[in-house]
């Protein structure tokens, strides 16, 4: 699966209208900058996913309007945790997508900043992403594309997730983030609720160990063989969330955990917390974090940034 090369014009408009200001996260084939509408000077995130050099045909073509439809209907679903998607289009070979400003930070760099997570914090994100994928595969939605950068934590600890409608959007088995693929995705199979059961435990697995259960490996390719053959790494930081994650980690679909048995599972493990509560505390220096991403839906950025910046993220730290 060879991707097309990312790049971004500082002078032009995404779609004739979107202006990008910093990039607010990266992952593997995956760009997210914050932005405005430059008709209405409304914030917006702007997403960039480059599409496979050899197009699959019509699937691309229907790939904004999937997106749309798909997000509007999760949007009904979860109101409050899902991004509302504002608009999608398809421009020399990338997908875009703009949905509504998100107030918080994604998952992906509070753990690159923060480090792994307590079993304890690991397991209230982990029943907020299910309480979200639990509504979209009750209503026959599947994800496909789910990440630590598709989740955005907000100060209180609630969640918003993104990226819902890129699964099928063509041929590919996966458009982002392979390392967080399930195995069968992975084989290019078809998908349903068990692959995104199986991306919730890779997340689970990342958040208590600091690092996705299998690497990427610098090529999609690489990185999906790896999560099909490899075995798992035991996580030893997982505390009474081990089997939870183990059980969701099953390369065989039909052995996987199911929402019932991994929502008992999650809420075990906060009961199991010595001293705590279910409920967030943010840390009191890490309050203008948050305060910052607020600030930033309200008021225009006041620079553009070179394409291809690093993420702009320095001073961006957050617990859950």
Known sequence: MTMGR???????????????????????????W?????????PCLVTQIALPEEPAGEAVHRAPGRVIRTGETMASLCPGRIAAVLDAAVVDGMLWTV????????LGDVLDRRGAFNYARAARVGLELLAVLDAAHTHGVTHGELSPGQVFVREEGSVVVTGF????????PRLTAPAYASPEQARDERIGPAADLWTLGAILYTMVEGRPPFRDRGRPEATLKGVDRLPLRTPVRAGPLTRAVQGLLRKNSRER????VVRAALTRALAEEPGTTAEVTTRPGLRGVYAAARQAGRDRPRRTVVAGTALALATVAVAV
């Open 99 to 106: 949905t509504e400003w998100v107030a918080g930070v994604p």
């Open 257 to 260: 955990l199911t929402h019932p």
């Open 165 to 172: 409608g890129l699964a099928g959007a063509t041929l590919a």
């Open 34 to 42: 914050s932005g405005e509408d430059a008709t209405t000077g409304r």
């Open 6 to 32: 990312a790049h971004v014009s500082t002078h032009e408009l995404v779609a004739g209208r979107y202006r990008l200001f910093e990039v607010v996260q990266r992952e593997t084939n995956r760009v997210c």
